[in-house]
Structures are given as structure tokens and as C-alpha cells.
């Protein structure tokens, strides 16, 4: 259910904006949120009663939010570059 250290470890890797970058960019964290979002939604559909994980569900939702309105104020190139990447409507 939970993302892996494995897992959070290669996206911080792909999504990275230079070298010194271990995860603290916009871009990398949206990656790990998506990947996070993505798992909880899964287990949402088969337990849809589980009012905790659906509050946490929603403020992960609104962080990624929040984050993705900060790289598009930014950059708007990198803004949709990055929901290419990652699969995401605008």
C-alpha cells in the first residue's frame, strides 16, 4: 500500500532538478505525492468505508495541488512538462 523506499528513491532520481537535489524540489515531491495518491486510491476502491485514509487521501490531493500551482506560477513549461510525465489533467 505504501510507497517503497526503493520506489520513492528511483522517482526522486527521475524528477530531480540538478544533483544536490534528494528529493526537497517541487517536481520530486509532486512524483512521490502522485505515486502516494495513486496506492491509496487502490486501496479506496476496495475499502471505500475507511473514512481515515480517504481525509488522508484528500490532503495529499490538495498538497500535490498546491505544489503544481507553484511549478506553473514558476514555469510553465516545466509545469507541463511535468504532468506529461506523470499522466496527469491538467
Known sequence: ???TKTK???LINQFK???VDNGGSAASQVAVLTER???LTE???SN???NHS???LLLMVNRRKKLLAYIKKNSVAD???LIKKLGLRK
Do not use: F, L, P, Q
Request: hydrophobic share 20%; no cysteine.
Open 1 to 3: 500500500m505504501s510507497v
Open 37 to 39: 495518491i495513486r496506492n
Open 79 to 81: 509545469y507541463e512538462d
Open 17 to 19: 532538478i540538478s544533483d
Open 48 to 50: 471505500h468505508k475507511d
Open 54 to 56: 480517504k481525509r488522508g
Open 43 to 45: 486501496h479506496m476502491k
Open 8 to 10: 520513492k528513491t528511483e
